[in-house]
């Protein structure tokens, strides 16, 4: 679909909420049910209908806002089946779970992509899924293809990391580990997001709790405890984060060190006014976390088979291949060539910091909770 973006925006993988405090679920399902129905009574009759009133098939794709593609990609799926693609958005990942579960019954959707590895475990034990498994996985890392059942099928994936201003640090300054980040030479230099209100936030904090864990002499609640002695600047979103408060690439602020994507550097060279032979922002590759991004058939979907089909064409080069210049992320399958500018300016770190999905869905809300205690008192 052609939605234009900065795919160096925050908004690729920001949450909407504005506010710290959290409303209760049962108020915030209550208003997503509502705005379903009033959807569902605004919808045309025409639906599925071309300009001269005759019905064809229509593939409805739930995705995040974020979902990017380059013109005349989904027009080469309709031309080929014969049908209509509609694409139906939700403000993120978290909402898109939501609003598929509370209408599993009756879906909204045949396909949905977006959902990463923060929220997978939710969605299979919701059964919102059926399995499908493609003759394309055969091309996708193992390490990518969490679900063995095949309810969802890998898409993408982008690592969050620390990005560091070049024109402050070299390659030596830089910090070498998260518990670097805690040391004297740093105070005051990072900025990070609120794990509550944006994703890369939450997958920083993640990283923190994969290295230190909940339990013995030092935690992840101790490593923030000491990151905010450190005086650590925590901001709503990426944003603000990148973009105001951040010195390096096209921000104005005064912090050298911020939590971003290993993406943003050929961003800052793609999007560049002028040529540059170096990107102005780099990676530190310690304390990475690779998010994963996958695509699954609705389970009772009106098109299941043209489901798999958009699956299988989501998975294919041409379409794999497109992702990196309008999503800023890395295809699934490793038969697809990266641009030019990935390869020269993206670092791919070798170990990215992981978390078992069942482990964050049990625990995501509790581990916001106590960060707030720590960093919010």
């Known amino acids: 679909m052609p939605h234009t973006i900065n795919p160096i925006a925050g908004s690729r993988r920001e949450s909407r909420r504005s506010s710290q405090k959290r409303l209760p679920m049962t108020f915030v399902r209550l208003l997503l049910a509502l705005s379903l129905v009033l959807a569902a009574c605004g919808e045309s009759d025409t639906d599925g209908a071309d300009e001269g009133g005759t019905v064809t098939d229509t593939l409805t794709l739930i995705t995040h806002q974020s979902f990017a593609v380059s013109d005349g990609i989904i027009e080469q799926f309709e031309a080929e089946f014969g049908v ?42 919701e059964g919102i899924f059926q399995p499908y498994e493609s003759p394309l996985l055969v091309d996708v890392p193992d390490d990518l293809q ?5 309810r969802v099928t890998p898409i993408d994936f982008g690592d969050v990391c620390i990005n560091f201003d070049r ?3 070299g390659p030596e300054q830089v910090p070498q580990s998260l518990q670097d980040l805690v040391d004297d030479r740093f105070r005051g230099q990072l900025v990070v997001e609120n794990p509550a209100t944006s994703s890369p936030g939450l997958a920083f904090l993640l990283a923190t709790i994969a290295e230190f864990g909940e339990q013995g002499d030092y935690t992840w609640k101790d490593y923030w405890s000491d990151l905010r002695d450190n005086e650590v600047v925590v901001t709503a979103g990426w944003s603000d984060a990148y973009e105001v408060r951040f010195s390096g690439g096209y921000g104005g602020g005064d912090l050298p060190l911020v939590v971003s994507y290993a993406s943003s550097p050929p961003a800052e060279v793609f999007f560049s006014e ?9 990676v530190v590759e310690a304390g990475c976390f690779r998010q994963i ?12 088979d043209l489901a798999e089909k958009f699956i299988d064409f989501m998975l294919d080069t041409e379409f794999q291949e497109d992702i990196p210049l309008n999503m800023f992320v890395f295809p699934a399958n490793r038969e697809a060539a990266l641009p030019e500018v990935f390869v020269e300016h993206t670092t791919i770190p070798e170990s990215p910091a992981s978390l078992d999905p069942e ?8 581990w916001i909770e106590e960060w707030d205690a720590v960093m919010l008192p």
């Open 84 to 125: 209509t693609v509609e694409i139906l958005r939700s403000d993120d990942a978290g909402a898109m779970v939501n609003q598929a579960i509370l209408t599993k019954d009756n879906p909204l959707g045949d396909v949905i992509f977006g959902i990463d590895n923060t929220f997978l475990s939710r969605a299979l034990d």
């Open 146 to 150: 969490l679900d063995s059942e095949h």
């Open 167 to 169: 024109a402050v640090y």
């Open 274 to 282: 002028t040529a540059l032979d170096e990107a102005p922002t780099g």
């Open 293 to 304: 991004e996958f695509a699954g058939v609705v389970a009772g979907a009106a098109n299941a």
């Open 359 to 366: 482990l964050i869905d049990a625990n995501r809300e509790r």
